[in-house]
């Protein structure tokens, strides 16, 4: 796989650099020595060598988090459902009480540990380790999406085209050949081995936007077109799943570039920040259009247009159709708070550890022995007493997460994940490490999806990929330490 690297080491030539980079201590050490640490920024990370950074940088994911955050809680209050919430109170209060939690948990960070300026080099070996995984990313994209498309009867490019154009037509039939493949006991063993791997789910997206510029014309394409066929699998069957994690890590991906961008011989133009505000804005205006022309078709379907009247003022001016999808595409993030309101009334019952995450409890149940439904979830529970559908409507991430830790308990968590996305965005931006790039990305789609489910645990690869990173950045957070207790001569010998 030599031809991987040809566009970076041609950079290096042209550049005079060589592959000898330099640690913490000032001495050298051979470019492939440390993959561990370099790809997760230990002895080769860049070094602070300036003060804080001014300006709204350190707190962009603060900003975007709490914009999502408040303002579907917002939308919620505007809609038809908030005159059904038994309790306006109690949700305002632990919906903002959380969220000012999340806010306390990154503004302590970000005031402990100031982000700055790094280095103006990057170690090549940590760029090409980059290189790599979003090749191996763009191999795994290929093969599962082509796989799923297979999985779920795909027959042609015209039997795919067909299901694209009429995408509530496809989403209905989603849900058929799943339980045609449930009642026959079908298992897929190719998609079974890459769920193993779904830790690569988590690389190609971010890594790819990060490190274009700097690579290959060949990896550009490959990246491209894993993400395509990845993407035309949901297109296929008319779902919004796969395309709003795309679109959750793009935007991950922008933000750091437009922040840090790749300094030194990968030095980004000046209008870069610009261009990724530009493409952030294509992103999200590709996906608002398509979820819009989505939600109609499924609405005219499904025949739900009295839970999703639009409004008249803005069906005068767009007509019934578009109208009908905007308001569908409002009610589809804000409509998990009235599950929460009623979620907030339901006693506490512990889960016994399977209630947070449901692809966790499957696992239990498939290899442990253990039965969920002995001690169910909240929105199971509450479904029982209400009839608020678990499974058809949301209750956002915070019951699923409270049937383990308590209400009280999901308040406390969210100022831990708010200092974990402060301390990942710092390392991420300003540090280059590459797996809190990824696992940045992991926690944008925590938080993109709050207010529906806990996506993390949702399914299995989510689950395995995230739990993989978390492990993974544990175990070089361990390893660092315990080298920063060796003697000095210890850690430079270098054996012959």
Request: charged letters at 10%.
């Amino acid at each position: 796989m030599t031809w991987l690297d040809n566009g970076l080491r041609q950079q290096q030539l042209d550049s005079g650099g060589t592959t000898t980079v330099t640690g913490p201590a000032g001495t050298a050490g051979s470019a492939t020595s440390g993959h561990l640490d370099s790809w997760a920024g230990g002895r080769h990370a860049l070094e602070p060598v300036g003060g804080s950074p001014a300006g709204l940088r350190p707190w962009l994911p603060l900003l975007a988090a709490l914009t999502w955050m408040l303002g579907t809680f917002g939308a919620f209050w505007l809609g038809g459902q908030a005159e059904l919430v038994p309790n306006p109170g109690w949700l305002c209060l632990f919906v903002l009480g959380s969220t000012a939690v999340f806010a306390l948990g990154y503004v302590a960070r970000i005031l402990r540990h100031p982000p700055r300026e790094r280095s103006t080099e990057e170690p090549v070996d940590q760029t090409r380790r980059a290189h790599r995984l979003v090749f191996w990313g763009a191999c795994y994209y290929t093969v599962l999406g082509a796989a799923l498309l297979v999985e779920y009867g795909a027959s042609g490019p015209g039997n795919i085209m067909q299901s694209i154009m009429s995408p509530a037509e496809g989403y209905a039939s989603k849900f058929e050949i799943y339980q045609m493949q449930q009642d026959a006991g079908r298992v897929s063993l190719p998609i079974q081995i890459l769920t193993l791997l779904a830790v690569l789910l988590t690389a190609l997206v971010p890594l790819l936007v990060v490190y274009w510029r700097t690579l290959p014309l060949r990896l550009r394409a490959a990246g491209l077109v894993g993400l395509g066929v990845y993407v035309l699998f949901f297109l296929y069957i008319g779902t919004l799943k796969g395309l709003g994690d795309t679109v959750v890590m793009v935007l991950a991906g922008l933000m750091i570039t437009s922040v840090a961008g790749l300094r030194g011989r990968f030095r980004r133009r000046p209008s870069g920040r610009g261009m990724a505000t530009a493409m952030a804005t294509v992103v999200l205006v590709l996906f608002g259009w398509y979820m819009v022309s989505n939600q109609a078709a499924r609405v005219s379907l499904f025949g739900t247009e009295d839970v999703m009247r639009p409004s008249p003022a803005v069906e005068r001016v767009i007509g019934h159709e578009a109208a009908t999808g905007v308001a569908a595409t409002i009610f589809y993030p804000t409509h998990g708070y009235l599950g929460l309101a009623y979620n907030l009334e339901t006693p506490f019952a512990w889960s016994r550890g399977l209630g947070a995450a449901p692809a966790a409890a499957s696992y239990a149940n498939q290899y442990l022995g253990a039965d969920s439904t002995a001690h169910p979830a909240y929105p199971a529970r509450t479904e029982a007493r209400t009839g608020w559908p678990a499974g058809l409507y949301w209750s956002t991430a915070y019951p699923w997460l409270a049937s383990d830790l308590t209400f009280p308990g999901v308040v406390a968590l969210m100022g831990l994940i708010g200092w974990f996305l402060a301390r990942l965005w710092t390392e991420a931006a300003y540090g280059r490490r590459i797996l809190s790039m990824l696992i940045f990305g992991q926690l944008g789609l925590l938080i993109a999806y709050l207010p529906a489910n806990n996506q993390l645990g949702a399914s299995r690869p989510s689950l395995i990929g995230v739990a993989t990173l978390l492990v993974l950045y544990a175990w070089t957070g361990i390893s660092r330490r315990l080298r920063a207790h060796e003697p000095t001569d210890a850690r430079s010998f270098t054996p012959r």
